[in-house]
Nanobody
Framework: QVQLVESGGGLVQAGGSLRLSCAASGRTFSSYAMGWFRQAPGKEREFVAAISWSGGSTYYADSVKGRFTISRDNAKNTVYLQMNSLKPEDTAVYYC??????????????????WGQGTQVTVSS
């Protein structure tokens, strides 16, 4: 298991930027693909972005492609989500998650075995 703690959420105006961080515990962080998900009020949790264990492969939801960038620093056991050109519809609790299966890059909620507690992102219009 790996423990995850998100930070960096907050209130921002539409068009602004935020960078989320997810700090992981455990020596095997660099073995896991990582993902970001979000859940808006009254909606189901949805995939946002994922990154392979090496950082060499990434994948994005169509709704954030070109605006969000996922990255990782394995030396710091941290994964990031840079969010630019934010829109009110990006408002949600953002969660980072670890895929513990040591397989390829996956995007399903059930593919991720460890989750952080979430950080709130609110985009005002």
């Amino acid at each position: 298991q790996v423990q995850l703690v998100e930070s960096g959420g907050g209130l921002v105006q539409a068009g602004g930027s935020l960078r989320l961080s997810c700090a992981a515990s455990g020596r095997t962080f660099s073995s896991y693909a990582m993902g970001w998900f979000r859940q808006a009020p009254g909606k189901e949790r949805e995939f946002v972005a994922a990154i392979s264990w090496s950082g060499g492969s990434t994948y994005y939801a169509d709704s954030v492609k070109g605006r969000f960038t996922i990255s990782r620093d394995n030396a710091k056991n941290t994964v990031y989500l840079q969010m630019n050109s934010l829109k009110p519809e990006d408002t949600a609790v953002y969660y980072c998650a670890a895929d513990l299966t040591l397989g390829g890059l996956r995007v399903g909620i059930t593919d991720f075995g460890s989750w952080g507690q979430g950080t709130q992102v609110t985009v005002s219009s």
